[in-house]
């Protein structure tokens, strides 16, 4: 089956500020930037508090690299001051809240004034066209609804570009499939993981997903490889891009990938000023190109500034490609906080996604389980993995062994590989999981 030809960015009308130079931009990032130092410092007494005590003030900063003096953002500050304690307006200037699962200890609390609902719509907007989605175009929506950012972010997006949005959320999967062939839609907004599920679910029910109404996906909030891209690619006969975002900075669309160049998500710079440090060392701002944590400055944020947010995301910054004076981010290799070490070895799921899926064998469904039997001091780690259906149970089991080798040769640990039943392993509905550490606490 043939791809259909993606439409060029040419016949999209962009935003300015997508056009504009790299100077004009880092000179409005910093007349911007002046203005939201000064807005947190006057307006949140947690910032107020923190400037003062590292002594600096918002009048030190006079250029873009100032913004190296002042203190970072966790999201235990956000958790210290639950619920609102982080906002910068008054309650009756806040048009919406959204908030973390709270799976991991308190639930993070973000809000938005109406102009922040009308600038993330914009962003949004801008991250869906473009990864070629295109006004008039029939959007199906399957990120989560409610408190997290994911679903009414990307409908509100979807909305302001001119599409019909299909608001059908996360689950139901069987449900998603008949909409997609009763109502044909252009696009889908989904986690990558749970596109493959939808794929997945076709392929038993005899629906060849390549043969589908979908032409892009825009995937994102959780990691994914370039393995990952391919695969869903060639089985629904689509183009997938990146989009990239987190509820503390915003939501869905702090970046987007273009799909003419699919090299990486643009971060939108007029509204969020990206470092990168280093993670073990956070005084350390590392330079373009160098691998480190993601760091972001909203810039025109109202209801919640947010300074020097450290994301825990692993990633680099690199030139602007489609957009010129926005620079694109790498693919996330992992979060610093999801990253686990086996007998000294430092390796992130996204590692083992990218090897397996070079095995035509196996599935890209696989967890990753963390142990230490009883009477050792090492941990150990077994990758469960789920065998194609068109492989035999010898095939698979051949192919474990190839896997095995290729993580010792390319992470640089040993594991044990499982190769299960085809359906066997939990389906994502979203933000798969795919740790399951059963090690003993403490
Ligand atoms: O996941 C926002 C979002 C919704 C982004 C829909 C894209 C699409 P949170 O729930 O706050 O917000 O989780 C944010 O998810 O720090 C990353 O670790 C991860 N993440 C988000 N987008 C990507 C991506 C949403 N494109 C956390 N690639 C972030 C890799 C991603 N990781």
Same mark, same amino acid.
């Given at each position: 089956?043939?791809?259909?030809?993606?439409?060029?960015? +040419?016949?999209?009308?962009?935003?300015?500020?997508?056009?504009?130079?790299?100077?004009?931009?880092?000179?409005?990032?910093? +007349?911007?930037?002046?203005?939201?130092?000064?807005?947190?410092?006057?307006?949140?007494?947690?910032?107020?508090?923190?400037?003062?005590?590292?002594?600096?003030?918002?009048?030190?900063?006079?250029?873009? +690299?100032?913004?190296?003096?002042?203190?970072?953002?966790?999201?235990?500050?956000?958790?210290?001051?639950?619920?609102?304690?982080?906002?910068?307006?008054?309650?009756?200037?806040?048009?919406?809240?959204?908030?973390?699962?709270?799976?991991?200890?308190?639930?993070?609390?973000?809000?938005?004034?109406?102009?922040?609902?009308?600038?993330?719509?914009?962003?949004?907007?801008?991250?869906?066209?473009?990864?070629?989605?295109?006004?008039?175009?029939?959007?199906?929506?399957?990120?989560?609804?409610?408190?997290?950012?994911?679903?009414?972010?990307?409908?509100?997006?979807?909305?302001?570009?001119?599409?019909?949005?299909?608001?059908?959320?996360?689950?139901?999967?069987?449900?998603?499939?008949?909409?997609?062939?009763?109502?044909?839609?252009?696009?889908?907004?989904?986690?990558?993981?749970?596109?493959?599920?939808?794929?997945?679910?076709? *392929?038993?029910?005899?629906?060849?997903?390549?043969?589908?109404?979908?032409?892009?996906?825009?995937?994102?909030?959780?990691?994914?490889?370039?393995?990952?891209?391919?695969?869903?690619?060639?089985?629904?006969?689509?183009?997938?891009?990146?989009?990239?975002?987190?509820?503390?900075?915003?939501?869905?669309?702090?970046?987007?990938?273009?799909?003419?160049?699919?090299?990486?998500?643009?971060?939108?710079?007029?509204?969020?000023?990206?470092?990168?440090?280093?993670?073990?060392?956070?005084?350390?701002?590392?330079?373009?190109?160098?691998?480190?944590?993601?760091?972001?400055?909203?810039?025109?944020?109202?209801?919640?500034?947010?300074?020097?947010?450290?994301?825990?995301?692993?990633?680099?910054?690199?030139?602007?490609?489609?957009?010129?004076?926005?620079?694109? *981010?790498?693919?996330?290799?992992?979060?610093?906080?999801? *990253?686990?070490?086996?007998?000294?070895?430092?390796?992130?799921?996204?590692?083992?996604?990218?090897?397996?899926?070079?095995?035509?064998?196996?599935?890209?469904?696989?967890?990753?389980?963390?142990?230490?039997?009883?009477?050792?001091?090492?941990?150990?780690?077994?990758?469960?993995?789920?065998?194609?259906?068109?492989?035999?149970?010898?095939?698979?089991?051949?192919?474990?062994?190839?896997?095995?080798?290729?993580?010792?040769?390319?992470?640089? +640990?040993?594991? *044990?590989?499982?190769?299960?039943?085809?359906?066997?392993?939990?389906?994502?509905?979203?933000?798969?999981?795919?740790?399951?550490?059963?090690?003993?606490?403490?």
């Amino acid at each position: 089956m043939t791809q259909e030809t993606v439409a060029p960015t +040419s016949d999209a009308v962009l935003d300015r500020e997508e056009t504009i130079s790299r100077d004009e931009l880092e000179a409005l990032q910093l +007349s911007r930037l002046q203005h939201t130092v000064a807005y947190a410092y006057d307006r949140v007494p947690l910032y107020k508090r923190k400037f003062d005590e590292a002594g600096v003030h918002p009048t030190d900063l006079r250029e873009l +690299s100032d913004l190296g003096k002042f203190p970072f953002t966790t999201k235990e500050d956000l958790r210290l001051e639950y619920p609102f304690g982080m906002f910068a307006v008054p309650q009756h200037e806040v048009a919406r809240i959204h908030a973390s699962s709270g799976t991991t200890g308190r639930a993070t609390v973000v809000g938005y004034t109406k102009k922040d609902l009308a600038d993330w719509a914009k962003l949004v907007a801008r991250s869906l066209r473009a990864s070629g989605v295109r006004p008039g175009m029939k959007v199906h929506n399957a990120y989560g609804y409610g408190l997290f950012t994911g679903g009414m972010g990307a409908h509100a997006g979807a909305e302001a570009l001119g599409c019909t949005v299909i608001p059908i959320s996360g689950g139901q999967t069987e449900r998603q499939i008949t909409l997609i062939q009763d109502f044909k839609p252009d696009a889908i907004l989904a986690t990558p993981t749970y596109l493959l599920t939808i794929a997945d679910a076709m *392929m038993k029910q005899g629906i060849d997903p390549a043969s589908t109404s979908l032409k892009y996906a825009v995937l994102g909030a959780e990691p994914w490889t370039e393995e990952m891209r391919h695969e869903l690619e060639t089985t629904m006969n689509l183009k997938a891009c990146d989009i990239y975002g987190l509820s503390e900075v915003m939501g869905p669309g702090v970046a987007g990938e273009a799909v003419e160049t699919q090299d990486g998500s643009h971060i939108w710079e007029d509204h969020f000023r990206p470092e990168i440090i280093d993670a073990f060392d956070p005084t350390v701002v590392l330079g373009d190109g160098e691998p480190g944590e993601l760091v972001f400055t909203s810039l025109t944020k109202e209801a919640l500034p947010i300074i020097r947010y450290r994301t825990k995301d692993l990633t680099r910054l690199l030139p602007g490609t489609a957009r010129p004076a926005h620079r694109r *981010m790498g693919r996330i290799t992992g979060r610093s906080d999801d *990253m686990i070490i086996l007998r000294g070895v430092n390796l992130f799921p996204s590692q083992i996604e990218e090897i397996a899926l070079r095995i035509p064998e196996l599935s890209p469904h696989f967890q990753l389980e963390l142990t230490r039997p009883e009477g050792h001091r090492m941990d150990q780690m077994t990758v469960r993995i789920e065998r194609r259906e068109t492989v035999t149970v010898e095939t698979g089991v051949a192919a474990a062994k190839v896997l095995q080798q290729q993580i010792k040769i390319h992470v640089g +640990s040993s594991c *044990m590989v499982d190769v299960v039943e085809p359906g066997s392993l939990e389906r994502s509905n979203g933000k798969l999981r795919r740790i399951y550490d059963m090690r003993p606490k403490g």
